[in-house]
């Protein structure tokens, strides 16, 4: 049995850490006396008092996936949450006060994949077996990095991987496509934007980080077509429909504004006043328009509500219209590479996920010919 009680500040006293850091989480005391901390909060690594070689090319690892493999900001975000979760653990946890890359062996990573899997979330859950598979992943791939720099270290493949369970892949029909897309009111120039996302998200399956980093002078509407980086500074062209530009194009021609930014916030002033001289010369203001790009969290929210409004079965996402576009394709006889290209997967076996969907064919073709006679109509028994 545990007993869970939210971190206060005036009570809790960590070692050098920042104390703004870590004051924010839940502590979990267990039977045999363990004290458990969740970090919510990021833990700068150089402000853990950890001497070695460690601290120091973990930064330079960052600056790698920075400078030569050109990761997005989002991606190198993730691998520092993970590494610096390690060095938190390494120090405040397993009370070491000094390690070098080389002391990072299979009991070390062992000892502290234990950890992981007790440390409990806000709400009392354990970290999904897929989120501890991240925190490896990262530790394999600071270890890949150290090895390429020759230093002689534990082998990245003798850290495996949790056995994931087959994740459920969830998409919408054509028939709950076409009533999201019915949702927006495009009375205004926030409903037209929103009618526009949805076209676009369907029409060419963009993660909703490539959403929403497109500028307008990216968007080629009599082409209908553009290119976009996605993972890995990977670029790719994505094929608009006729549809999803005449949404576009409408919703261009409804701003009044010359911001970069092809999606944007509507909400609130301009300025951030009553101010309407103020808000007219915003309008120009190249910089000010970039701080009023939507972000990601805006569009989750954008489509989730609608897919509220429309009585859809799940729980949709960006990620879920990224599925749906993708099974879409596959559905009406596209080939698999050509979807892989399309989606912006480097690896094919990223794409097979999406094979299955095509099952449902496969099963008609099964019934109609499998298990009968084909002479005499009988079945086989």
């Known amino acids: 049995m545990s007993h869970n009680h939210v971190v206060s500040c005036d009570h809790f006293s960590p070692p ?163 009533r999201l897309l019915d949702m927006p009111t495009v009375s205004d120039v926030s409903g037209l934007r929103d009618k526009a996302i949805l076209e676009m998200l369907f029409s060419t399956g963009l993660r909703v980080s490539e959403l929403v980093g497109l500028d307008r002078e990216q968007i080629n509407l009599d082409r209908g077509e553009f290119g976009v980086k996605g993972k890995g500074g990977k670029v790719r062209v994505v094929f608009l429909s006729k549809r999803a530009g005449h949404w576009i194009e409408r919703y261009l021609s409804a701003r009044d504004d010359y911001w970069e930014p092809l999606f944007i916030n509507f909400r609130g002033s301009v300025s951030g006043d009553d101010d309407e001289e103020g808000d007219e010369m915003k309008k120009f203001d190249v910089e000010y328009g970039k701080r009023r790009r939507l972000t990601s969290r805006s569009v989750q929210r954008i489509v989730k509500a609608y897919a509220k409004k429309a009585k859809l079965p799940i729980e949709v996402t960006p990620h879920v219209m990224r599925h749906s576009f993708a099974t879409d394709l596959l559905q009406a006889g596209a080939d698999i590479q050509s979807v892989q290209e399309m989606l912006g997967h480097q690896h094919i076996s990223t794409t097979q996920i999406y094979t299955h969907v095509t099952n449902k064919q496969l099963k008609q073709v099964h019934h109609a010919f499998h298990g009968y006679s084909a002479t005499e109509g009988e079945e086989v028994k």
């Open 16 to 178: 050098p850490l920042s104390v703004k850091n870590i004051c924010k989480g839940v502590i979990s005391w267990r039977g045999y006396g363990t004290v458990i901390v969740m970090i919510e909060e990021k833990v700068q690594v150089k402000s853990v008092p950890l001497q070695g070689n460690l601290l120091g090319l973990i930064e330079e690892f960052f600056d790698y996936l920075t400078v030569e493999k050109q990761m997005s900001k989002l991606t190198i975000r993730n691998y520092r949450h993970y590494l610096e979760r390690f060095v938190y653990w390494l120090h405040n946890v397993h009370h070491i006060d000094s390690v070098n890359v080389e002391d990072l062996d299979g009991s070390l990573i062992s000892k502290y994949r234990v950890w992981l899997s007790t440390i409990e979330t806000e709400i009392g859950d354990q970290i999904k077996p897929v989120t501890q598979g991240y925190h490896v992943i990262a530790i394999r791939s600071f270890l890949k990095w150290l090895i390429k720099q020759r230093y002689e270290v534990l082998a990245p493949d003798a850290l495996e991987l949790p056995k994931q369970r087959d994740r459920r892949l969830e998409f919408l029909s054509a028939d709950e496509v076409e």
